[in-house]
């Protein structure tokens, strides 16, 4: 047993409040030290060099390096000491920074408390034994759940790589929101002709399959090995007969809602949701078709000219295999409605969000791209009118703690400088225009000038202030906002008001998120690995984010991010094999009791029943599952489960000298 | 369900008279048992807490004490004197630091612990809608209203009980179940200026206009309150409204209690309509008379509809006679 | 040219802090409050400039201003701040500060607050005829609301001799009582 012990300075942050160098040196007075040395910063090239050149000279078999945190470094320090040709978990992390000299004040106290800290890894370092990294198979497929811009990016981005991938998508045609829009900000490009050919090329690439009305309903197994229960649900159309010509659609004689088009109109319980729907195929929803409610109609199948409908169609379940999984679920627009009661509660025609706005401002939208006051709409005997002057109230459902969403959904500024210079150019340039704003937040490229651009070149009138009510009088909507700039109250009559509503994750996100086994926050956004250093990784091996899923994002930065998700994914099926931390549980089969409570308690699914060649059921923990968190050890009831790397002696070793030398 | 004791505050007992009669009318007939708060004194309303805060505490405690001694539960019809002593009961029973500063002020100390309930509250709590449209006995349903909450009975949530502080509904389920034709407006809880017409009257006169302008664009006939300071802002000072103004509203403010008062089959005399400065007492007629008209109407069509079901059916047994004759 | 008052500014936050639990540094200014303000339109300041003036420190500008006295507590601008801010909370709370420092203040709302309560620590219940008589004597409008007068008698809703309520030796000793405990130091 020859231990090497390695005190750094880390600078002042330290040596600033602990003694490293008294410590190392003292480290030499402990049984089985044989070398001791402090380092400026150990985990330079020259400090990792000092350890490897002690490790070879001095006949090292075991090492402590006191230091920053295990979660810094130890990967590096392990890398380090294998280098030099000592298995790396003979190696133990003393942490005398996060734990001690950034925590307390007094020098000689927190040099004291460093010391033992030292004493107690040495202690631990005695017992531990060689460890060797497991391999498991890998699968190279990849799932994408979510067919928006983020997924579509991803899958073309893995296909083109040469790995298959299936996007599961619970709508009936891939696009997302993008789809929804009319022309993107900055350089107001059609959304839908900057999108549609990515459409078609998941369509048509060879390594991508599209499983449209599809939702994942379970997910088990582990990196590279998931197994995924998928939900095809029941479109009452074959769709491997539907030609997409949409005269069922035409003729269906009953109403259904648009979610599309936002519920702006409706459409009828047959439907295709618009034109360059990929696939474009038709479905029938449930709960508005009159055959399904009322057991009249049928309509549909006596016009379809390919014989396509199919009323006994089920929901079908399929399984399949998956290396890895990417989250690209996109966003949902908060529901001002059932919030802002100020605002008239939905009631109010002449009032909608962004996203309705936006497809009356598209070409191929219910209104054929005009803007008309929604107030005069559907009237059998007049034109509808187009408004004179529109308002767009920001923050609507973002910053606003009242409504639980202290967040800033971080696409509003633009999308609606967007709408207000459309609306000029749709409706005419003497069309009065407010924004009611708190900041204008601009910072991705060209942002800033195409805020400009509005106020100047567009002449949309820009107030600071919030607005606190509206409500209906003569015929117009009293906007009742501050312009906090001029000081005081303002109202404005207006003939239609634009809510910027904000961005909030999809509903039934938490549930995903559970069925996928990742985390995710308060509002339902996933959660990230690290904010700053791994936002494409989950804390779930083999599970990625991409796109808004994450947090509220823009086009450009959705797509960048999405290329950035199939690197990562490319990066851990580049090999045929992966290695597996060995820090895992193992059991002792032998004293096993089969009770089954590693099996309850275990969050990843790694422990499962071996039958023994006796007929008889043990435990076994599947290595390449198995994260070592360590509860099923606690939970055991004889004990025959450890955690190799922390086993039990060594613990009792760790905590003797902490309180009893 | 013990004897509730009854708080009216200064309001209730002589410029708001009719509220406070139709109030206990209507709370007696459903049955509950009611005893004034002994020796009541005023909440301090605005003054006392614009004033300082322990003096409005502690104002409130004592008619809380003086609660105590009829029962540990207290209505406050007013929502002025609702959110004084509601405030208290929140404040003081929480915190027994404040409640001894309040006690060490008093004569006597206040010890127990009264719920206060606001009026739409303890309707919807003891009564409920089902028992209110068993009791209805006239028909309201040409009544055309809107209810006006006022500030003090949406605001705040945690304070009044309303789920949502923009868009309470406690008062419209009580209309709706007992059969008025409630119009939806945007306007509950817009201010009415409360005491400030007094200092300052062109602040209550702009604020009342408009109120009177939104009623109007939601269809209604009268607008049914249940705050007496509303109530005289609306009512007693429509007039000045007008000439100030250059307006001509003429819509009759209803006390919420009054309309479940006629609702339930009381005259407009027990009701007090006479006293309001906008006399209500035409509309309601005329709501009745409409009602009874409308229905007689459509009385006559069932009864057209069965005669001439009727009719066919001998049509066509006549004709099955003389078919059999034939042969 | 306004110069910021850091000393002034903390020292008040903190007070604001204590008294009603609420901080003005929360604020990001977005109007809010102004623009659903029933009585701003009489104001000197709207209410979003209130709270900017006390973040850098002009609390005697603002203990002076018609907007403290003429605000009506209808509540509109806590309902709907995004920051969740009792600014309610605040003014009603600078009210008491004024009075209790015995501060000169612009409009009527003062005096009838007192003449209310004055009214009330004598008869205990509010004696409406006595009350507003005095009130239009001391804001010098005699005439203010006279045309009300005769229908509010015809309605019977006007009792000209006020009656001591039963508590109302009780009220007067609390008014005494909880004025003199109130000091600027609590």
Redesign the interface.
């Not at chain 2, 002994?38 to 005023?42: E, K, M, Q, V």
């Not at chain 2, 200026?193 to 400030?196: F, I, R, Y």
């Not at chain 2, 006479?274 to 400065?277: E, G, L, N, Q, T």
């Given at each position: 047993m020859r231990i090497g012990v390695f005190v750094c300075h880390c600078g002042t942050n330290i040596a600033g409040t602990v003694d490293s160098k008294g410590i190392a040196a003292r480290a030499a007075e402990l049984k089985d030290v044989v070398h001791t040395q402090d380092i400026t910063y150990t985990c330079s090239e020259p400090g990792q060099d000092a350890i490897q050149e002690a490790i070879q000279m001095k006949g090292l078999t075991r090492v402590v390096v006191a230091a920053c945190s295990p979660h810094m470094h130890e990967v590096t320090f392990r890398r380090c000491v294998e280098g030099a040709g000592l298995n790396p978990y003979l190696f133990e992390m003393a942490n005398i920074r996060e734990h001690c000299s950034w925590i307390h004040e007094d020098y000689d106290e927190a040099t004291e408390k460093a010391y033992e800290i030292i004493k107690m890894a040495v202690a631990k370092v005695r017992e531990l034994e060689p460890l060797y990294a497991n391999e498991v198979e890998v699968n190279k497929d990849v799932l994408v759940i979510g067919g928006g811009v983020a997924g579509i990016q991803t899958a073309l981005d893995l296909a083109d790589a040469g790995l298959q991938v299936t996007i599961v998508e619970k709508e009936t045609t891939i696009g997302g929101t993008m789809a929804q829009l009319d022309k993107t900000f900055p350089t107001l490009d059609c959304s839908a002709c900057i999108l549609t050919p990515r459409m078609v090329d998941c369509s048509q690439h060879e390594n991508i399959e599209i499983m449209a009305y599809s939702e994942v309903e379970r997910v088990q197994g582990y990196v590279g090995n998931f197994t995924v229960d998928i939900r095809r649900k029941a479109s009452y159309v074959d769709w491997e007969k539907c030609i997409g010509c949409e005269i069922c659609q035409q003729k269906c004689p009953a109403k259904a809602p648009d979610s599309f088009n936002e519920d702006l109109v409706e459409t009828k319980a047959i439907y295709l949701p618009f034109p360059q729907a990929v696939p474009k195929k038709a479905a029938i929803q449930y709960d508005y078709c009159r055959w399904f409610q009322e057991g009249k109609c049928k309509v549909c199948e006596r016009v379809c000219p390919a014989d396509a409908i199919d009323y006994e169609q089920e929901d079908e379940y399929l399984q399949r295999e998956f290396g890895a999984v990417v989250m690209a679920t996109g966003l949902d627009v908060f529901p001002w409605e059932e919030y802002y009661h100020e605002y008239g509660s939905g009631r109010i025609p002449d009032v909608i969000s962004g996203l309705q706005y936006e497809r009356m401002l598209n070409a191929s939208g219910p209104t054929g791209g005009h803007v008309y006051r929604p107030s005069t709409m559907g009237k059998k005997k007049e034109e509808p009118e187009e408004p004179k002057t529109v308002v767009f109230i920001q923050c609507v459902g973002s910053r606003d703690e009242s409504v639980g969403r202290p967040y800033c959904s971080s696409v509003c500024c633009m999308y609606t400088a967007k709408q207000a210079i459309l609306t000029k150019d749709h409706v005419g340039m003497d069309t009065d225009i407010y924004v009611f704003y708190i900041d204008i937040r601009a910072t991705g490229k060209g942002y800033e000038e195409f805020i400009k651009r509005a106020q100047t070149e567009f002449g949309v009138k820009y107030v600071r202030g919030r607005v606190s009510k509206l409500y209906e009088s003569d015929g117009k909507v009293v906007v009742r906002g501050a312009d906090t700039l001029l000081g005081d109250q303002v109202e404005v009559e207006a003939d239609l008001v634009v809510l910027a509503s904000g961005i909030t994750p999809p509903e039934g996100s938490g549930k995903l998120a559970q069925t996928i086994n990742i985390s995710y926050d308060e509002y339902g956004f996933f959660t990230e690995s690290h904010p700053k250093l791994r936002p494409l990784e989950t804390n779930t091996a083999g599970v990625f984010l991409a796109g808004a899923c994450q947090s509220p994002k823009d086009i450009p930065t959705t797509v960048a991010q999405a290329s950035g998700t199939s690197s990562k994914v490319l990066g851990l099926l580049s090999r045929d094999k992966l290695k597996t931390s060995p820090e895992i549980a193992v059991v002792d089969q032998t004293r096993c009791v089969s009770c089954w409570k590693c099996i309850e308690v275990c969050p990843f699914g790694a422990p499962e029943k071996q039958e023994q060649r006796d007929g008889s059921f043990k435990s076994h923990v599947i290595e390449s599952v198995c994260q070592g968190c360590g509860i099923c050890v606690a939970n055991c009831p004889v004990n025959c489960i450890a955690l190799k790397g922390f086993q039990t002696d060594a613990i009792i070793d760790q905590i003797e000298e902490a309180l009893l030398a | 369900m013990g004897k509730l004791a009854y708080y009216p505050g200064?309001s209730l007992?002589?410029?708001a008279?009719e509220f406070d009669s139709s109030t206990r009318t209507v709370l007696e007939t459903l049955g509950m048992e009611l005893e004034e708060v002994?020796?009541?004194?005023?909440c301090?309303?605005?003054?006392?807490?614009?004033?300082?805060?322990?003096?409005a505490q502690?104002?409130t405690a004592?008619n809380l004490r003086?609660a105590h001694l009829v029962s540990e539960e207290m209505v406050a019809p007013c929502p002025a004197c609702y959110q004084r002593e509601k405030s208290a009961e929140l404040e003081i029973h929480a915190d027994a630091d404040l409640r001894a500063e309040v006690n060490g002020?008093?004569?006597r100390p206040y010890s127990g612990e009264v719920r206060v309930f606001n009026l739409p509250e303890l309707i919807l709590e003891r009564v409920g809608t089902e028992t209110l449209r068993r009791r209805v006995k006239q028909d309201l349903s040409q009544l055309r209203v809107v209810p006006y909450y006022g500030?003090?009975l949406g605001?705040?949530s945690e304070v009044t009980g309303e789920v949502?502080?923009?868009?309470p509904v406690r008062m419209d389920q009580i209309l709706e179940a007992v059969g008025a034709n409630v119009r939806?407006w945007?306007?509950k809880?817009?201010?009415c200026?409360?005491?400030?017409g007094?200092?300052?009257?062109?602040?209550q006169q702009?604020?009342t206009k408009r109120i009177f302008?939104?009623a109007l664009?939601a269809g209604a006939d009268a607008i049914v309150t249940a705050c007496p300071l509303c109530h005289q802002n609306l009512d007693?000072?429509q007039?000045?409204v007008n000439s100030h103004m250059g307006t001509d509203f003429h819509i009759p403010v209803l006390y919420l209690s009054q309309v479940m008062g006629l609702a339930m089959g009381f005259t407009p005399e027990k009701m007090l309509l006479?006293?309001?400065?906008v006399d209500p007492r035409p509309l309601v007629r005329g709501a009745l008379e409409k009602a009874a008209e409308v229905r007689a109407e459509e009385e006559r069509k069932a009864a057209e509809k069965v005669a001439r079901a009727k009719a066919r059916a001998e049509k066509k047994a006549k004709e099955k006679e003389d078919a059999e004759a034939a042969r | 040219m306004i110069r910021y008052d850091p000393q002034q500014a903390t020292f008040y936050r903190d007070k604001l802090m204590e008294r009603v639990k609420e901080d003005v540094a929360e604020c990001y200014q977005c109007g809010n409050c102004t623009a659903g303000c029933p009585a701003a339109f009489t104001f000197d300041y709207p209410p979003n400039k209130i709270m900017r003036m006390l973040q850098v420190g002009m609390v005697d500008e603002v203990l002076a201003s018609k907007s403290v006295q003429l605000c009506i507590q209808c509540l509109t601008c806590t309902a709907r701040c995004p920051r969740n801010i009792d600014i309610a909370g605040i003014f009603e709370d600078l009210k008491t500060i004024a009075v209790v420092r015995e501060m000169k203040v612009p409009e009527d709302a003062d005096k009838f607050n007192r003449l209310f309560l004055q009214n009330i620590a004598k008869y205990g219940r509010l004696s409406e005829a006595m009350f507003l008589v005095r009130f239009n004597l001391a804001s010098r409008k005699p005439m203010n609301d006279a045309g009300l007068g005769l229908p509010m008698m015809s309605k019977g809703k006007l009792e000209f001799l006020p009656k001591k309520s039963g508590g109302a030796d009780e009220v007067g000793r609390i008014y005494k009582k909880a004025l003199e405990r109130s000091t600027w130091e609590n």
């Open positions: - | 200064c007992r002589h410029s008279e002994p020796d009541w004194t005023c301090g309303a605005s003054p006392a807490h614009m004033t300082d805060h322990l003096l502690t104002l004592r003086q002020i008093m004569d500030c003090l605001r705040p949502d502080s923009e868009q939806w945007n306007y809880t817009e201010c200026g409360a005491s400030v007094v200092p300052k009257k062109i602040i702009q604020l302008e939104q664009n007693m000072r007039a000045q006479a006293k309001h400065a | -």
